[in-house]
């Protein structure tokens, strides 16, 4: 149904906004690339003639009608932003997916019964504001609008001044407005399963739960050469022994990832025994129980690692997400239409959060994945072949179908 | 000899050229505060008829003569820059100390046979321009004047281009013009020997030998969520492993300290695996040969950490200095100065760095320190009893007066 070379010529367009030298995308929330990608894909729905509206906190919504004027509406969508020089396919296949969708309806006159709206969410990944599915987070009521705009990135700029300078602070209601009747949202898989089985496109059934701590050790600042072993505080001591700790404690579950991606020493200064760190530490499991277990250890850790050094910490929880199961109505909708397709493919749980996690608190939500060559993302070299990426949107132009009826 | 009330007014003067809140000092090489440090020393030496002279690398002399022009002069001085959020004894009680001992022989005309110079070194801390004592180690030609002219701050500046900006890019060679008869620096200990035996003074026997170090691992970006743990190449893994590491070196040594004090990482992204993490390692003995072994045991932890991650690294010693063994001509008049004195002293070794083990290359060199209370330095609660000051200024002023006989 979709038409493979529109797909990847808008591909490449969309691509070319943010890319960086080594052909990955460096497109942080309403940053300028983001501002410039954003316009472009205003400009596509508008072209495509759709209705189109921003909301609050800066989410663009594009809206088809069905032949029901009366019907709940189908939701598709994912996040045009990046992570800092990360990947092409994250978050932007899944918009292309869904755009390319609309406009092969468009053209083949393929009659639906819902209207189909189509969305970009702002700010999905976390890295210039955290935590990550903001956008999405807030159209469901997991944040406050008031909580959402006053987050701020690492210049203190807020996401209210942030959108007002881009121009993208909407005056539609952030949330829904009707009963949307599903979600779906494709993605590439950021992990390794499907390239391992040697599958083209994954059923999701859920996605694992998460906790992102932030941490802060304090010691006391002091000469690197006559402050005696015995009688220091260092805090990155503390820290490092902390880092290592949370690393081990995957070891003891089979399904947890553990990780610590961001840590900054003060003063930093080459002779100075380090007066304070702080760091993040990020642990997942499907399991919201384990979940909670990991908090757990994580603070344990801070008060051995810290007792030994003599050192103090605090330690902030900024989100938590539980575990998602997606509704079986979507799922069935989509292995009937990649069946139809024929394409080889699996079911599975994913590691990674995404918008659809927080869409299943007001709709039936669902996702597809497409393989990540070396389960590699969050880098340049992601990469997606391009028979898989065409493979999974047309399972999702098919369930989209499906849905719509 | 000295007059306690203008010395400390002195100090005073001078401690609020880029004081903190915290009553600390923020002077970091050639900035806004340092240059007007450098303005204020030079009116000083000018109003106390001083021939001032500034050469190539910004470091000020101001020469006194004697009666005999021949004589191979003696230097006094220590550094006027401070590390990032310092403290205000650490380099300027030196500095202060030679400008009030240079005052009252002026008062009293106290008769010396030898020129008197005092200085002030460009850049001992090595905060702002690695590495430390860059003004001694040119004057030596321990750097050339080029290499040093050269060096970077961390935005890329040059010590060229600040100090050509604030003006204190000097015309005069750097170097020794002539033989010079001695060099005495008076410095807070930064440890806590003096205190724990209740004491004023040390006459200092030495300095440890220290290297600094610049490792850098290179892992690979990667989501924190759906990247299976045994398939990661953690660059932070790596590289706290290495921090505990080179902590844990200090263990099989009576005489070693060992610290980590700077550590970034890339791509510092909460959910994302770091890619690369740049940090450095201080290591001291007063034991070349041991210096030299615990640089090899830096390397032997990289590389088992590495292999362990499966990351690689890369290595480079930035700075390396000998221990350092002070003249005992110096050493003896110090020692007859402080006991003419009737203070209570003692002979120690130092784990600091000082402009003065680089002019041991050239003339004989020593040391006094007076205590740090606490040990503490580095930082803004550094602080040294005023009488201790005063003790030490004495035996300073009286040591001079020996040696420029
Ligand atoms: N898909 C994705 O990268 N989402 C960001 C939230 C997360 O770290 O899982
Ligand atoms: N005294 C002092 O802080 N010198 C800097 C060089 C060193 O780290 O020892």
């Excluded at 996040?79 to 296949?93: A, E, I, K, V």
């Excluded at 979507?330 to 024929?342: D, F, H, L, Q």
């Excluded at 959060?353 to 927080?358: E, L, P, R």
């Amino acid at each position: 149904m979709i038409d493979p070379d529109r797909f990847r010529n808008t591909f490449e367009t969309y691509s070319d906004i943010g890319r960086t030298d080594n052909d990955g995308l460096h497109r942080l929330t309403l940053t300028d690339a983001d501002i410039r990608v954003r316009d472009q894909f205003v400009d596509d729905l508008e072209s495509l003639g759709l209705d189109v509206r921003i909301d609050e906190v800066g989410n663009i919504f594009g809206r088809r009608e069905g032949t029901d004027p009366n019907a709940a509406p189908v939701l598709v969508g994912s996040h045009l932003d990046s992570q800092p020089y990360g990947g092409r396919f994250d978050g932007q296949l899944g918009v292309l997916s869904a755009l390319e969708t609309l406009r092969a309806f468009d053209e083949q006159d393929i009659d639906h019964r819902r209207p189909i709206e189509i969305v970009n969410w702002t700010n999905e990944e976390g890295s210039r504001f955290k935590p990550a599915l903001m956008g999405s987070g807030t159209f469901v009521g997991e944040f406050s609008v008031d909580e959402t705009l006053a987050r701020t990135d690492s210049d203190g700029t807020t996401v209210e001044e942030a959108l007002e300078s881009a121009g993208y602070r909407g005056d539609v209601e952030c949330g829904p407005r009707e009963s949307i009747h599903s979600y779906l949202e494709l993605h590439v898989e950021q992990g390794p399963v499907l390239e391992n089985h040697d599958q083209s496109v994954a059923v999701v059934d859920g996605i694992y739960g998460m906790s992102w701590l932030e941490a802060t050790i304090e010691g006391t600042a002091d000469h690197a050469g006559p402050s005696p072993m015995h009688s220091r505080r260092d805090a990155l001591v503390a820290a490092t022994d902390v880092v290592q700790g949370v690393r081990r404690l995957s070891n003891r579950y089979d399904d947890v990832v553990t990780t610590v991606g961001e840590l900054t020493v003060e003063p930093g200064s080459i002779n100075v025994i380090p007066s304070e760190v702080t760091f993040t530490a990020d642990v997942r499991s499907y399991d919201d129980d384990i979940v909670a277990e990991l908090v757990g250890h994580v603070e344990s850790e801070l008060e051995a690692a810290c007792k030994r050094e003599g050192t103090e910490y605090e330690l902030e929880e900024i989100w938590r997400i539980k575990h998602t199961e997606f509704a079986e109505s979507v799922r069935t909708a989509a292995r009937e239409a990649v069946e139809e397709t024929g394409v080889s493919y699996r079911s599975m749980v994913g590691g990674a959060g995404h918008d659809a996690n927080y869409l299943t608190d007001v709709t039936d939500a669902g996702m597809l994945f497409v393989p990540s060559v070396d389960g590699r993302t969050h880098n340049e070299d992601e990469f997606t072949e391009w028979e898989d990426a065409v493979a999974g949107a047309t399972v999702f132009a098919e369930t989209v179908r499906r849905l719509s009826q």
